[in-house]
């Protein structure tokens, strides 16, 4: 695409990627979806890859409209391909058994969309067999914080049958309305930028990648960098092995070509200009730390930082590795993976985009136009600095919120709703009774009924005797404000509780 070209918004196809536990229908669904089988093609039966599928839906109004599915691995050892679709994703599937309800890796999968900040589609499935039962599923959710529409929260829930495609029509309106909600728009002037799914290695054409376009059109001729790993532009095909031109934003292709295997979750870039492209390509490289460095370093860490570091000079280079090094213990330890002398450059944000995790440190340093805009693209935000102390300042502050903990609840108390006075938008007014301990101001609460957690909510004002409060003890009457999505009636339980961090 021309650098010169006008802007070419439109809206853009969306990237949707289907996760949960394993043998809980992912492929099935997607199988029923794309009227193909794949599920008899997979080893044992289980997705051991993550794949790109794309599928033309017809609007009510008869329209087209093409979607890209990114269909995950539910098994345990693959989390890191989970997390892979989910960061590359714009709204995700979290697909649930109707026979036996959350699982391990529902809820790992659910974690990972939350991390995210993934809109999603609760897919009760197998609703057809005979061991289903939606409403225990659903209780299953809620117990486990999934809170869907009709039980505490906002989410849509479809109930599914992959396998007599009952409830998929009216799953695929629920994603689509979804799309259009959070308007995915593209410039379809720009190059073509995304993400590498994952790559291989074909034993008759040499090394490929799936790439995923988010973003531009991909030019008929130049080059594409995926990290350090370049490919020129010239066999690209669908999903389905097609070859195809000019292939555009949301859309998943194959790109056979390159010269060294492209780390899977790489951002890539692309450009008709291949010369470009060589020079990008010979910069990361340069960036790029070569010394491979004995991974029984990392292996006890609790917590291993990635870092790419630019500065104005080899001595101030020098000491912010040394401020960073003094940070290391048995249980934290520093990975730079470049370092340089000169501004934050666009190979500085490649290098980094492979691994979320990695950090981009510049002292006394500017980041790079072209550096800028692919940083915003993909969410990258490098840290700049002057003052050495303020930057081990924040670096500490990044270690202590890497470091693992775990979450105790103490229950400080609990209320019985007497009445309910008014409820508007997600704010409740309701008059109680102190039950046990005492209620206070500015607590998390939870929402209880006949023993089941409905949701949380929070107490943002407490009242005694019409007099504004901070605590409320044992068996005295109070009214109270409840921020919350849940419902609340009479005799609902609230308890309140107080989170402790501790480290592990």
Known sequence: MSKTSEPQIVSRQPVIAVLGHVDHGKSSLLDFIRKSNVVDGEAGGITQRISAYEVKQKLSEGDIKSVTFLDTPGHAAFQSMRERGAEIADIAILIVSAEDGVKAQ?????????????????????????????????????????????????????????????????????????????ELKADLSTEATGYVLESFVDQKRGISAT????????????????????????????????????????????????????????????????????????????????????????????????????????????????????????????????????????????????????????????????????????????????????????????????????EKEIVLGTLKILRNFSSQKDKHVIGGRVETGKIQNNTVVKVIRRGVELGRGRIVELQSQKIKTDTVNEGNECGLMVESKVEMIPTDILEAILVEKLRI
């Open 106 to 182: 529902t809820i790992e999968a659910w974690k990972t969309i939350d991390v995210h900040k993934l809109p999603y589609v609760v897919a009760i499935n197998k609703i057809d067999k005979p061991g289903a039962d939606i409403q225990k599923t659903k209780n299953s959710l809620v117990e486990n914080g999934i809170y869907v529409e009709g039980y505490g929260g906002d989410v849509p829930c479809v109930e599914i049958s992959a396998k007599t495609g009952q409830g998929i029509d009216f799953l695929l309106e629920t994603l689509l309305l979804l799309v259009e909600m959070n």
């Open 211 to 406: 790439l995923i376009i988010k973003d531009g059109t991909l030019a008929g001729n130049g080059a594409i960098v995926a990290g350090t790993a370049l490919s020129p532009i010239r066999i690209i095909e669908d999903f389905a092995g097609r070859l195809i031109k000019n292939p555009r934003a949301g859309q998943p292709i194959k790109v056979t070509g390159f010269d060294e295997i492209p780390k899977a979750g790489a951002i890539f870039v692309s450009s008709s200009d291949k010369k470009a492209m060589e020079i990008l390509q010979s910069e990361t490289k340069s960036n790029a730390i070569q010394t491979v460095l004995d991974p029984r370093i990392y292996r006890n860490a609790k917590v291993v930082i990635p870092v790419v570091i630019k500065a104005d000079s080899l001595g101030t280079l020098d000491a912010v590795k040394m401020e960073l090094k003094k940070r290391e213990t048995d249980d934290v330890k520093i990975k730079i993976i470049a370092e340089g002398v000169g501004t934050i450059s666009e190979g500085d944000i490649m290098l980094a985009s492979s691994d979320e995790k990695t950090v981009i440190i510049g002292f006394a340093v500017k980041l790079e136009a072209k550096a800028r805009d692919q940083a915003d693209r993909f969410k990258i935000k490098p840290e700049l600095f002057d003052i050495i102390y303020k930057l081990s300042e924040w670096f500490d502050t990044l270690v202590e919120s890497r470091l693992p903990f775990e």
